[in-house]
C-alpha cells in the first residue's frame, strides 16, 4: 500500500473565502455608550479658580552685608559661595569693575594672612636675583643734580624750547632703610604669587618678541632719545646692585597694596618701567587682570600687545590710578604713564610729572591713552 502524505481538507464549493476584519460587535446607538471623559465645559463648572502670579525675582530684596541697602544694583556683587550681596564700593579694597568669573566675598575667600617678608640680605638678593658682590657692599656715590657739562655760547639770541630730559631715581643712603624698602615689595610681590621681573617676559604660548615692533603702532610712537636711553640703562644698572628707587610699598584697607615716595623726588625722574608678561591683547579681552597696561596699540587689532604682570612683574603693578570723574582724584596725579619706541621695541615708562614729597601716595592716570578702565569707585 503505498503512502499518501496527509492533507487538510477543507470543505469546497467553487470560492474560497478569507478573513479580512474583525467581526463587528453589536453595539447600542451613540447616545446609549457610556461616556469615558467629560466635556471641557462640564470640567470649567467644578474647576477652582486659579490665580497664576508673576515670577519673582529671587534677589530683588538683596541688600548690602556693609551698609545694609538695596539700591545701586548695577553695583551690587552676589558672592557664589553664601549668596550674599555687596555694593563694589563698600567692600575693602574697593573693587573697581564687575569680575568677568565666579567671585566670592572676603569671608568665603577664606585668604591666607600676609607674612611680611624677612628683612635678610641673603633673602633679598635671592629674591631680587641681585649682585651679590655689590649689594650693600660700598657707599653710594652722590649723583650730581645738574649736568655739567660747558655749553658753546652764542653770539645771537635764538628762542628755542628746551625739551626736558628724564633724571634718573635717587636711592636712599641709609641701607637698613633701601633693605626695609625693598622688603616691602617682596610682601606685597609674595601675596599675589607675582615672582620679581624688572624686564619685560616673554612666555611660550604667548605674544613672542619678535611680534613687539614700535614701528606697528596705529599714528607711530616716539623715539626715546639717546641721552634718556642712557638714563633708563643706569637705573637698571643701580637696580641689578641693590641701589632701590625711594620708594616703598604699603597696604591700605581702601586701596589695597599701594606705593609711597620714601624721600623726595624730583620733577622728570624716571620711577619705574613696567614690566610683565607680554601677551597680545585679543587673548585677554576677557581677563579678568586689573593690572594690565597696554604695550602696543597696532592698525590691526591682532597685532596689539598688553603688559600682564600676573605672574612676573615689579613695583609698577601697585601703583595707583587717579579717579578721572573728580577735581580731588586728578589732582593726586603725580606721575604719567608713557609708550617709548626704545630701540624699536615698544616699552612702558613712569616718570614723575612734580615733585613729590617723602610720604606722598604715587598716582597716574590709567586712562592716559584710551578711556577704558572704570575709576569711577577710585578714592
Known sequence: MSSIPSEKLFPFNGSVRKRTEAPRALCPSFSECPKKYK?????????????????????????????????????????????????????????????????????????????????????????????KNTFLSQKLPSLPVQDGRKRKKRSELVMYKKRRRLLPFIPTDDEGQRLKQMGSLATALTAFHVKFSNDLTYIRGMAPRSANLAKLEKGGMQVLPKEDIETLEECRAMCKRGEWPPLVVVHDSLEGYTVQADSQIKDMTLITEYTGDVDYLKNREQDDCDSMMTLLLATDHSESLVICPEKHGNIARFINGINNHTLEGRKKQNLKCVRYDVNGECRVLLVATRDIAKGERLYYNYNECEYTYPTHHFI
Not at 525675582?57 to 556693609?66: A, G, T
Not at 551698609?67 to 563698600?90: A, N, R, S, T, Y
Not at 566670592?104 to 575667600?109: G, H, I, K, M, Q
Request: hydrophobic share 35%; net charge negative; charged share 30%.
Open 39 to 131: 466635556s471641557l465645559k462640564e470640567i470649567l463648572k467644578v474647576a477652582e479658580r486659579c490665580v497664576i502670579e508673576e515670577e519673582k525675582d529671587l534677589y530683588s530684596d538683596v541688600s548690602c552685608e556693609k551698609c545694609g541697602l538695596g539700591d545701586q544694583e548695577i553695583d551690587m556683587l552676589l558672592c557664589d559661595k553664601c549668596d550674599k550681596g555687596f555694593h563694589m564700593f563698600c567692600l575693602r579694597p574697593i573693587v573697581v569693575r564687575v569680575p568677568i568669573g565666579s567671585w566670592v566675598c572676603p569671608s568665603c575667600s577664606d585668604q591666607e594672612e600676609v607674612e611680611s617678608f624677612p628683612l635678610l640680605q641673603t633673602k633679598i638678593v635671592d629674591f631680587f636675583q641681585l649682585e
